[in-house]
């Protein structure tokens, strides 16, 4: 196991930031920490690097607790922090040799690592240049280009896409994905579910403190009563109490009409449309449209706590 | 220094000259105005003695007075101009004139008197702007000297003294058996000489025979407080010695500042992530601190000997311990100031105030020994007032290098102390 963490809990005077959180991550997994802003992720992330004692609780790292500030086990871990930790002063090749110097690189060692995470994040081209220079979405992949440079076994990525335009999320998504393709194992902070659906082979859903969920993106749809979701069109809204009979519907879920639309949730698309298709036309309505739309986390998070994942 | 240390510090150097702002505050704007507070405060000083402007009121309006006046018109010392009392007392009290001296009315016979132990001492009047001491003093030493001298001459030579001594004698007379007959024996011959003066031809006046009577047993002599032979009183070595200083410190504000900035940056999140200890990140600002401002006293002095001519008259060895000893100093000062500051903002503000303070208070604008006595004592716990007296005993003073350990053992001090109330007072996990 490459991180365990056991029972974290840590209080700011009356507000009790993490209550109960546990989860571990395996070498090579990527596991994705979703959850609403203040639901204590960056709580959580912060005890996992050591920048804030838990009141209770462990984290181990390759098994063993990190017992000081010096521990060279905190090097198993390339931190992306929330914020854009750069020197905005100082140029993109001076960052990374600074923060590569931190975790003891040197010489050549450190010149390779520079090249290699610059060439990495599509930056190689602006080495020089002042990182005050650079776009949102650069100084993003700089921001993540910095952890990378010691190879770390884990990459904690803390919400790295604040604030970033679509197309530097998708190249941010791209340098990710390769990383895990090459055995870094992630954790991902973010309150994005479909960050967390593109990116995670699991997910750990944390609300108000807690852990309310733990489990594979498929292991999630099914037991929090995620559904495929069906929007038909009707040519005219018609009364009658067709809608109990189709709530009757062996898979249906959820059905509810709002003006001419009909909204379903059925449990199997393949299996259950044609029995609602069927219901339909035999109440004498008429399908002018029909659209299907995935299941996503957004629903098993409202399924779990009753609110939406971006509420604020 | 490990490769982490040097990385750390390099770092700082360079996002420190990276703030063109930062390095104009910190080098050109020092050097522009030592040069100006260098040039209004004497520049290099030179054999001509500043005369100090005094106000001088005769309410007495006799021979006396009016000699101890011409006297004091003419001394080389004083640029005298009679006045009236309340024109005088509020000139004085606007800050137009330093000191005013008033003789009061009976001043020629008390004070003729009380030459030959006899009756009240007449009182003579200083009004003096508070904020000049020192010219305070010098005047009424100078006045001291021009009243003995006129007394004296008068007491033996002229028709007042004469009169002085035959009422003095008749006191003695009256006082019978308890009368001092040595007093009376010394009055009598007084007065046998003084008839044979008056009955004798005068010579023509000469200076020789101006001076006569009792002479005062000492002369005032000004002298510059400098132990080279040759020295003189520098107040360009004065003045960027007290504006590095100044600027040194406020570029550790400026190193706290960018601490705290750092911190709200998020950059401290991902410095403490890192395998290093606590005291390897402050050690890396107090030492990067340290050496700016070292390089800015460095900078300073340079400018000061080739365009002023300032020189180290005293131990070269021991201003290097001073400016280097003080910039540590003031850096550990920029670590407390992070420490106890939430905001870089509020920081600054309240950093700012505590420099001026420090500065004012150390010497740096003005030299301590201007300050009254109450002040210098409490200037003894300001780390400023250490460092300009070294810097002050190496360069103009001319003292060795042995007048450089108690400053910089005292600032090393004063570094002990603010580091380590710092280091026990950062907040490290405040985001």
Same mark, same amino acid.
């Given at each position: 196991?490459?991180?365990? =963490?056991?029972?974290?809990?840590?209080?700011?005077?009356?507000?009790?930031? +993490?209550?109960?959180?546990?989860?571990?991550?395996?070498?090579?997994?990527?596991?994705?920490?979703?959850?609403?802003?203040?639901?204590?992720?960056?709580?959580?992330?912060?005890?996992?690097?050591?920048?804030?004692?838990?009141?209770?609780?462990?984290?181990?790292?390759?098994?063993?607790?990190?017992?000081? /500030?010096?521990?060279?086990?905190?090097?198993?871990?390339?931190?992306?922090?929330?914020?854009?930790?750069?020197?905005?002063?100082?140029?993109?090749?001076?960052?990374?040799?600074?923060?590569?110097?931190?975790?003891?690189?040197?010489?050549?060692?450190?010149?390779?690592?520079?090249?290699?995470?610059?060439?990495? =994040?599509?930056?190689? /081209?602006?080495?020089?240049?002042? +990182?005050?220079?650079? *776009?949102?979405?650069?100084?993003?992949?700089?921001?993540?280009?910095?952890?990378?440079?010691?190879?770390?076994?884990?990459?904690?990525?803390?919400?790295?896409?604040?604030?970033?335009?679509?197309? *530097? !999320?998708?190249?941010?998504?791209?340098?990710?994905?390769?990383? !895990?393709?090459?055995?870094?194992?992630?954790?991902?902070?973010?309150?994005?579910?479909?960050?967390?659906?593109?990116?995670? /082979?699991?997910?750990?859903?944390?609300?108000?403190?807690?852990?309310?969920?733990?489990?594979?993106?498929?292991?999630?749809?099914?037991?929090?009563?995620?559904?495929?979701?069906?929007?038909?069109?009707?040519?005219?809204?018609?009364?009658?109490?067709?809608?109990?009979?189709?709530?009757? +519907?062996?898979?249906?879920?959820?059905?509810?009409?709002?003006?001419?639309?009909?909204?379903?949730?059925?449990?199997?698309?393949?299996? /259950?449309?044609?029995?609602?298709?069927?219901? =339909?036309?035999?109440?004498?309505?008429?399908?002018?449209?029909?659209?299907?739309?995935?299941?996503?986390?957004?629903?098993?998070?409202?399924?779990?706590?009753?609110?939406?994942?971006?509420?604020? | 220094?490990?490769?982490?240390?040097?990385?750390?510090?390099?770092?700082?150097?360079?996002?420190?000259?990276?703030?063109?702002?930062?390095?104009?505050? @910190?080098?050109?704007? %020092?050097?522009?105005?030592?040069?100006?507070?260098?040039?209004?405060?004497?520049?290099?000083?030179?054999?001509?003695?500043?005369?100090?402007?005094?106000?001088?009121?005769?309410?007495?309006?006799?021979?006396?007075?009016?000699?101890?006046?011409?006297?004091?018109?003419?001394? %080389? &010392?004083?640029?005298?101009?009679?006045?009236?009392?309340? %024109?005088?007392?509020?000139?004085?009290?606007?800050?137009?004139?330093?000191?005013?001296?008033?003789?009061?009315?009976?001043?020629?016979?008390?004070?003729?008197?009380?030459?030959? &132990?006899?009756?009240?001492?007449?009182?003579?009047?200083?009004?003096?702007?508070?904020?000049?001491?020192?010219?305070?003093?010098?005047?009424?030493?100078?006045?001291?000297?021009?009243?003995?001298?006129?007394?004296?001459?008068?007491?033996?030579?002229?028709?007042?003294?004469?009169?002085?001594?035959?009422?003095?004698?008749?006191?003695?007379?009256?006082?019978?058996?308890?009368?001092?007959?040595?007093?009376?024996?010394?009055?009598?011959?007084?007065?046998?000489?003084?008839?044979?003066?008056?009955?004798?031809?005068?010579?023509?006046?000469?200076?020789?025979?101006?001076?006569?009577?009792?002479?005062?047993?000492?002369?005032?002599?000004?002298?510059?407080?400098?132990?080279?032979?040759?020295?003189?009183?520098?107040?360009?070595?004065?003045?960027?010695?007290?504006?590095?200083?100044?600027?040194?410190?406020?570029?550790?504000?400026?190193?706290?500042?960018?601490?705290?900035?750092?911190?709200?940056?998020?950059?401290?999140?991902?410095?403490?992530?890192?395998?290093?200890?606590?005291?390897?990140?402050?050690?890396?600002?107090?030492?990067?601190?340290?050496?700016?401002?070292?390089?800015?006293?460095?900078?300073?002095?340079? #400018?000061?000997?080739?365009?002023?001519?300032?020189?180290?008259?005293?131990?070269?060895?021991?201003?290097?311990?001073?400016?280097?000893?003080?910039?540590?100093?003031?850096?550990?000062?920029?670590?407390?100031?992070?420490?106890?500051?939430?905001?870089?903002?509020?920081?600054?503000?309240? @950093?700012?105030?505590?420099?001026?303070?420090?500065?004012?208070?150390?010497?740096?604008?003005?030299?301590? #020994?201007?300050?009254?006595? @109450?002040?210098?004592?409490?200037?003894?716990?300001?780390?400023?007032?250490?460092?300009?007296?070294?810097?002050?005993?190496?360069?103009?003073?001319?003292?060795?290098?042995?007048?450089?350990?108690?400053?910089?053992?005292?600032?090393?001090?004063?570094?002990?102390?603010?580091?380590?109330?710092?280091?026990?007072?950062?907040?490290?996990?405040?985001?």
């Amino acid at each position: 196991m490459l991180l365990e =963490v056991k029972n974290l809990k840590k209080q700011y005077g009356a507000v009790a930031a +993490v209550k109960n959180v546990s989860f571990q991550v395996e070498r090579g997994e990527s596991v994705g920490l979703l959850g609403p802003n203040g639901a204590g992720k960056t709580t959580t992330v912060s005890m996992i690097v050591g920048l804030v004692t838990a009141d209770e609780g462990q984290v181990l790292l390759d098994g063993q607790p990190i017992t000081s /500030d010096t521990d060279m086990r905190k090097a198993l871990i390339g931190f992306v922090p929330q914020d854009l930790a750069l020197y905005d002063e100082m140029s993109a090749q001076a960052n990374l040799e600074l923060f590569g110097a931190l975790y003891g690189l040197q010489g050549t060692a450190l010149k390779d690592a520079v090249q290699r995470v610059l060439t990495l =994040v599509q930056l190689a /081209d602006r080495r020089g240049h002042k +990182v005050g220079t650079f *776009s949102g979405g650069m100084k993003r992949r700089l921001n993540i280009a910095a952890a990378l440079l010691h190879n770390p076994k884990l990459l904690l990525l803390d919400e790295p896409t604040v604030g970033v335009d679509p197309q *530097s !999320r998708n190249a941010i998504f791209d340098n990710l994905e390769q990383l !895990r393709a090459s055995g870094v194992a992630l954790l991902y902070t973010t309150h994005y579910m479909e960050e967390a659906e593109r990116l995670c /082979d699991r997910i750990v859903i944390v609300d108000q403190g807690t852990v309310v969920a733990n489990d594979s993106l498929r292991g999630l749809y099914q037991r929090h009563g995620a559904s495929n979701r069906l929007a038909i069109e009707l040519a005219a809204a018609a009364p009658g109490d067709w809608l109990t009979a189709l709530r009757a +519907v062996n898979g249906v879920m959820r059905a509810e009409l709002r003006g001419q639309t009909l909204n379903v949730e059925v449990r199997a698309l393949a299996d /259950d449309v044609p029995e609602v298709l069927t219901c =339909v036309k035999q109440h004498g309505l008429t399908v002018t449209h029909l659209a299907s739309e995935r299941p996503d986390l957004e629903h098993v998070f409202l399924s779990l706590t009753g609110r939406s994942l971006r509420d604020p | 220094m490990s490769p982490v240390l040097l990385s750390l510090v390099r770092k700082d150097l360079r996002l420190f000259f990276s703030d063109r702002r930062s390095v104009i505050l @910190s080098f050109v704007v %020092p050097i522009a105005l030592a040069s100006f507070m260098g040039a209004i405060t004497g520049g290099k000083g030179s054999d001509k003695v500043n005369r100090v402007s005094v106000l001088t009121v005769d309410q007495d309006q006799t021979e006396l007075s009016a000699k101890v006046m011409k006297n004091l018109a003419g001394d %080389p &010392g004083l640029e005298a101009a009679v006045s009236e009392l309340a %024109p005088a007392r509020s000139l004085v009290r606007n800050g137009k004139v330093p000191v005013a001296i008033v003789i009061p009315k009976g001043f020629a016979e008390s004070s003729a008197r009380a030459f030959f &132990g006899s009756g009240e001492r007449p009182v003579v009047t200083l009004f003096t702007d508070p904020s000049h001491a020192t010219e305070a003093s010098m005047v009424r030493g100078i006045l001291t000297q021009h009243v003995m001298q006129a007394v004296s001459t008068a007491a033996f030579n002229g028709h007042q003294g004469a009169e002085t001594i035959d009422s003095l004698l008749a006191d003695v007379e009256d006082a019978g058996a308890v009368g001092d007959p040595a007093l009376r024996d010394m009055l009598s011959g007084i007065s046998r000489w003084q008839h044979q003066q008056a009955t004798q031809p005068k010579p023509a006046p000469n200076e020789e025979t101006e001076k006569g009577g009792l002479q005062i047993p000492f002369e005032t002599r000004v002298e510059a407080l400098a132990a080279e032979q040759g020295e003189s009183y520098d107040g360009y070595a004065h003045s960027f010695g007290g504006m590095g200083i100044q600027f040194v410190l406020f570029a550790s504000i400026d190193c706290a500042v960018a601490l705290l900035t750092e911190r709200q940056r998020g950059l401290w999140r991902r410095l403490r992530a890192a395998p290093l200890s606590r005291s390897m990140l402050l050690l890396s600002r107090a030492i990067s601190g340290a050496i700016i401002g070292a390089l800015i006293l460095l900078a300073l002095f340079g #400018f000061g000997a080739v365009v002023f001519h300032i020189q180290v008259s005293g131990s070269l060895l021991g201003l290097l311990m001073v400016c280097t000893a003080f910039a540590l100093m003031a850096s550990t000062f920029g670590l407390l100031v992070a420490s106890l500051g939430k905001t870089p903002q509020a920081a600054r503000g309240l @950093s700012v105030f505590a420099v001026l303070v420090m500065v004012m208070l150390g010497g740096a604008w003005f030299p301590a #020994f201007l300050f009254p006595t @109450s002040v210098q004592k409490l200037t003894l716990f300001a780390p400023t007032r250490w460092a300009m007296d070294g810097i002050d005993a190496m360069t103009w003073r001319g003292l060795g290098l042995e007048a450089a350990v108690l400053p910089t053992l005292a600032l090393l001090g004063f570094s002990v102390l603010l580091g380590t109330l710092a280091v026990s007072r950062f907040r490290w996990e405040a985001d």
